[in-house]
């Protein structure tokens, strides 16, 4: 039936002027006896086709229209009432019109299975309508199955119980949702007033002939309504003290239906499910003498009959699980999933071979809540299906028979996985086929297929058993194998395979491969959410995991599975993408490295199925600020910092048989004639142009949506720190206007914010600076190493922006230390940028031409040069090391621009130098961290002439620089060397060298006792001295430096064979002995 169709009879369903409602809210009146026999007969069967009709259009609406039609919900809270009114309650089944009574609860379990039926009524609240309903099915339940004796095995009412059973399953689910209070389960209780022996009774007496019901749907729905309860520890509490008449109580119930193999699935899966919510919340643990049942949760109780004392909690659930034998158990349901959309007994293995691929147990197998229209085929696959190894057929036909299976029970029902909250509220349509299945005793006495919901459900007790107690869970979950075989459930082979069968299918089977899907979709996400914690809990059980590279390609594949052809289908896609990728992360999280070198080789090999899922979800408006939309940058942000700090750490030399993802990231573009955007270069643009469209739409967002800039941030942080063509590629998309439009942006608004900022600065760090220094560290890693977008950013103004900030650096030490690591990346190997440091000016607006500004204008008189020789001169007093070193550096390298050079020597700043006092026999590490710093400045300084010039002018300089060469550190001595011998290089100064007495013994000093660096450098200085200076020639034809000269030769050509810088050296002293005979 077309949409159109469906949402115009949805919207007449609801319309209370339509007439509709009307008809279904009339009931039968005392008057209506007068009518005569025929009217009875025409409202009889007008009734009754009114509720077909609404139990069949509601099972078959499609979910996904109520959620976007113009109403607000297909099934309003009016028509649950109307419906529910039409239960006449009695006490006793006799009174009831049962074929009337199950086609009135058939369409009411098809009006609870919407979430939200509750609701949206008129007449009464959702809380109201909630105890209605629960009091009327309650009713309902009792007289037809609680206390009648032998008519629990009679099939009478049989289609009642069943459906009365569902719809309290969904009440359950929907009061956890709607409802505000954690005290709705005790609602649940209930007790039959007319009841003679009624004192004392369980308040829950209805539910438990339910769990052992003939009807396996029935006994699904019973202990899906004790998980739904236990979902809040009210609900645990009251489940605990409710059935203390049970043997063992209400943990001896789960674990028996759990672990019983004979069980259908489907009931065992709602058992592992209450014991996910019976074991979601912490527990007591010890011994204690029984008391009285408390308020608070305190988890399972194991008696002590000799001793009178109980274990209670964790110890009591340990004990369980040991006597169980749950973990061994676990590992062979786990061993023997069944993963396939049809089930075979074992005698008809031939037959199932050469069945058709479509063929399924039950046409019905359907669920209420979406129906068969199917929206059109879109064409927006992300990754091509036909990729993968085997074809649908191929997978799925030849694996239609579960091996381990000798007969089967039949599953009509679909639940969807619960989560430690409580199961969601999907129920079944088929329900008039379930007695065709499940009644003979051959499919009794055998053993039940495991499904993947069953496997889901017992994966997530797992996670909270790990969570509870990790040490002995862990070990039990190594000792029986359980780990490896969750390795070998990752597996994308039969996703592909899946989505063909789908496309192909016919209508009326496409469903039911959707819900196979959908379930084998759950099962991955669970399954690698157990291995996260596993991982995340045991280092040896990461390594394992990163010692197995097949299951690290297949996780990767999955990312490339989706399906939008069907919105609930395409849903469980998107959960399967985020749970890879938290796991990936967690990965490179906890192992660093280790995660880095071996996830390298599948995400390099897979990187177009990573790249094109990240854009992907960047660019669905639907994901943004989601938990997919953080996962997915949050791992490409890990993975390309671990590749930046390995690269740093081996000094950029590689490691063999190592490709880093930069290698796919900078590739040529369109390289061996592939035209995918994600196989080379061009796929990193598309990359970062979406990341930098990300950065722009989010970084305009309030302060409060900090956690999603840096996420942004992050990952485009990292991709520009590896990448050159993401570079290229960001500066093209305008990334560098936007960065410094938004330094503009904050830097008024802290200017506006003023008073309050310095009131708060000295207790905690207002969140405006905490932003600006994010997009500094952006702007810095965008800077580095690339002198275009150096030259554009110098253009634009960003040295007059830093300046008008700088105010506010002093205010934040780390401001102030991020500013300065900025300024470091942005001069370095850029001239242009250095000397527009001399020009700047508080007061001068950003986004003008540099270049014009430098041509006309003159030193500023408070240019950020300025402003850091006040910061350095103020460091050195105060002790800031990061600060004291950073500046320096950053200073350091303004030296090699003359406009800089020029400011250091008139603001008097060098004559610093002469403070410092290399003899000073105690110093305190602020002091020797300066005396380094002031040696690297001095030696940037001397590559020029005219810094050659400041240096000899600084008062005692070059002494000071000798004294240096001789008493100080290693370190210290090399660089002191270096100067002098930069120096020696001045034919102008070389006299004003020489009139120092140590000079000449330095460098014999050097000659004789320097390691091979001094030496080096020594015999360089001597021959830059000696070269066209006769007073230098002078000194060292003195016998006793010749002789000194002459054995340092000596020594170099014994050793020169060895060592080749030794070689260089006597080569050099050979040159400065014939300069000497000249």
């Known amino acids: 039936m077309p949409e159109e169709v469906m949402n115009w009879l949805a919207e007449m369903l609801l319309n209370p002027k339509a007439g509709f409602q009307s008809l279904l809210a009339r009931n039968n009146a005392a008057s209506d006896a007068e009518l005569p026999e025929s009217a009875l007969l025409a409202r009889s069967q007008l009734n009754r086709a009114l509720l077909k009709f609404v139990a069949e259009f509601i099972g078959h609406y499609p979910y996904y229209l109520s959620k976007t039609n113009s109403i607000s919900r297909c099934v309003h809270g009016d028509l649950a009432k109307f419906i529910l009114g039409k239960i006449n309650r009695a006490d006793s089944a006799q009174s009831y019109n049962l074929s009337f009574l199950k086609l009135t609860l058939s369409c009411l379990m098809q009006i609870t299975a919407r979430p939200g039926w509750t609701v949206g009524c008129s007449s009464s609240?959702?809380?109201?309508?909630s105890l209605q309903t629960l009091q009327s099915l309650?009713?309902?339940?009792?007289?037809?199955?609680?206390?009648?004796?032998?008519?629990?095995?009679?099939?009478m009412g049989r289609g009642i119980t069943r459906c009365t059973a569902l719809c309290l399953r969904h009440l359950a689910h929907e009061m956890a949702k709607q409802l505000q209070s954690q005290d709705w389960p005790r609602n649940w209780l209930f007790t039959r007033h007319a009841m003679v022996?009624?004192?004392?009774?369980?308040g829950l007496h209805w539910l438990f002939p339910l769990w052992s019901y003939r009807d396996s749907e029935v006994r699904a729905a019973g202990v899906?309504?004790?998980?739904?309860?236990?979902?809040?520890?009210?609900?645990?509490?009251t489940l605990t003290t409710q059935c203390h008449s049970i043997p063992g109580g209400i943990w001896a119930v789960a674990f028996s239906i759990l672990l019983d193999s004979r069980e259908c699935s489907m009931v065992r899966q709602q058992a592992a499910l209450l014991l996910v919510n019976l074991t979601s919340q912490s527990m007591p643990s010890g011994t204690v003498l029984p008391t009285t049942p408390d308020t608070v949760w305190q988890g399972p109780i194991v008696i002590n009959e000799e001793t009178q004392t109980s274990e209670i909690g964790l110890s009591a659930l340990l004990i369980l699980l040991h006597h169980t034998e749950y973990y061994e158990k676990v590992c062979a349901l786990l061993n023997n999933v069944y993963r396939y959309p049809m089930i075979h007994a074992a005698g008809n293995v031939g037959k199932a071979a050469d069945s058709s691929l479509l063929t399924t147990l039950d046409s019905q197998l359907t669920l209420t809540t979406s129906g068969s229209a199917t929206p059109a085929v879109s064409t927006g696959l992300l990754v091509d299906i036909g990729s993968f190894s085997q074809s649908a057929a191929s997978i799925l036909a030849t694996n239609a028979v579960h091996d381990s299976v000798n007969s089967f029970?039949?599953?009509?029902?679909?639940?969807?996985?619960?989560?430690r909250e409580g199961a969601t509220n999907v129920s079944t349509s088929g329900v008039d086929s379930i007695s065709n299945l499940s009644s003979t005793s051959e499919v009794l006495e055998s053993l039940s297929v495991v499904t993947p919901g069953l496997a889901s459900s017992v994966c997530l007790m797992l996670s909270n058993l790990v969570v509870l107690e990790p040490k002995d869970a862990l070990r039990c979950i190594v000792q029986q194998g359980i780990f490896k075989s969750l390795l070998r459930m990752v597996s994308a082979d039969l996703l592909g395979a899946y989505c063909l069968s789908i496309l192909e299918a016919k209508r009326h089977h496409k469903r039911q491969w959707i819900l196979a899907f959908q379930e084998l979709l759950n099962l991955l996400c669970d399954v690698i959410n157990l291995i996260k914690i596993c991982t995340s809990h045991e280092v040896e059980l990461s390594r394992n995991l990163l010692d197995d590279g097949s299951v690290l390609q297949q996780l990767v594949l999955m990312l490339g599975v989706a399906f939008p052809v069907d919105p609930d289908l395409n849903l469980c896609c998107q959960n399967l993408w985020e749970t890879v990728f938290s796991l990936l992360s967690s990965l490179l999280w906890k192992r660093s490295d280790e995660a880095f070198l071996a996830m390298c080789p599948a995400v390099v090999k897979h990187w177009k199925v990573i790249a094109g899922q990240v854009v992907n979800i960047l660019q669905e408006k639907q994901f943004q600020d989601s938990e997919l939309w953080q996962r997915s940058l949050t791992f490409i942000a890990l993975i390309l910092t671990e590749e930046a700090k390995l690269k740093m750490k081996l000094h950029n030399q590689r490691p063999d048989d190592v490709y880093y993802v930069s290698d796919r990231l900078d590739c040529p573009e369109n390289k061996d004639g592939d035209d995918d955007m994600f196989s080379c270069g061009t796929g990193t643009t598309v990359l970062c142009q979406v990341l930098v469209k990300a950065f722009d739409t989010v970084i305009l967002k309030p302060l409060e949506f900090f956690t999603s800039k840096a996420i942004v941030v992050n990952a485009l942080k990292s991709l520009l720190a590896v990448s050159s063509n993401a570079k290229v590629a960001a500066l093209e998309a305008g990334l560098l206007e936007i960065l410094l439009e938004h330094i503009g942006r904050l830097q008024m608004k802290i200017s506006a914010e003023m008073l309050d900022i310095i009131k708060t600065s000295k207790k905690k760090r207002n969140p405006i600076f905490s932003e600006m220094i994010m997009i500094l560290e952006l702007l810095r890693n965008f800077l580095f190493d690339n002198e275009d977008i150096k030259l554009s950013a110098c253009k634009s103004g960003l040295s007059n922006l830093i300046h008008s900030i700088w105010i506010w650096c002093k205010l934040d030490l780390s401001l102030m230390s991020c500013v300065l690591a900025l300024l470091c990346s942005y001069v370095a190997y850029c001239p242009s940028a250095s000397s527009s440091l001399a020009f700047t000016s508080a007061s001068a607006v950003a986004f003008v031409n540099q270049s014009?500004?430098?041509?006309?204008?003159?030193?500023?008189?408070?240019?950020?040069?300025?402003?850091l020789i006040k910061l350095m001169?103020?460091?050195?007093?105060?002790?800031?090391?990061?600060?004291?070193?950073?500046?320096?550096?950053?200073?350091?390298?303004?030296?090699?621009?003359?406009?800089?050079?020029?400011?250091?020597?008139?603001?008097?700043?060098?004559?610093?130098?002469?403070l410092l006092s290399p003899q000073k026999s105690k110093k305190t590490k602020t002091n020797v961290l300066l005396e380094s710093l002031w040696l690297n400045l001095l030696l940037n300084l001397s590559f020029s002439s005219d810094g050659q010039n400041m240096i000899y002018k600084i008062e005692d300089g070059v002494p000071l620089l000798v004294e240096f060469a001789f008493d100080g550190l290693e370190n210290q001595q090399k660089s002191a060397l270096l100067i002098i011998r930069n120096l020696c290089f001045n034919s102008a100064n070389k006299p004003k060298l020489l009139t120092n007495e140590r000079l000449v013994p330095l460098f014999l000093r050097c000659l004789e006792l320097g390691s091979s660096d001094l030496k080096t450098v020594a015999c360089s200085a001597i021959y830059a001295l000696l070269y066209n200076n006769q007073k230098a020639k002078g000194i060292l034809k003195n016998a006793h430096v010749l002789l000194k000269l002459q054995e340092a030769n000596n020594h170099f050509h014994y050793i020169g064979s060895e060592q080749p810088w030794a070689e260089n050296c006597s080569q050099v002293l050979k040159d400065i002995f014939i300069l000497l005979k000249v």
């Open 138 to 155: 309650l009713e309902v339940v009792s007289a037809f199955h609680v206390g009648r004796g032998g008519m629990s095995m009679s099939y």
């Open 125 to 129: 609240d959702c809380l109201l309508l």
């Open 409 to 419: 029970t039949s599953v009509n029902g679909r639940q969807h996985l619960a989560t």
């Open 197 to 202: 022996n009624s004192v004392g009774e369980s």
């Open 224 to 237: 899906g309504i004790a998980a739904a309860l236990a979902s809040t520890e009210s609900g645990r509490i």
């Open 873 to 914: 001169q103020k460091e050195a007093s105060a002790g800031n090391q990061t600060i004291l070193k950073q500046s320096f550096t950053l200073t350091a390298t303004l030296t090699l621009s003359q406009e800089c050079r020029g400011i250091l020597w008139k603001s008097n700043f060098l004559q610093d130098f002469s």
């Open 852 to 867: 014009k500004v430098q041509a006309k204008a003159v030193h500023s008189s408070n240019s950020l040069v300025h402003c």
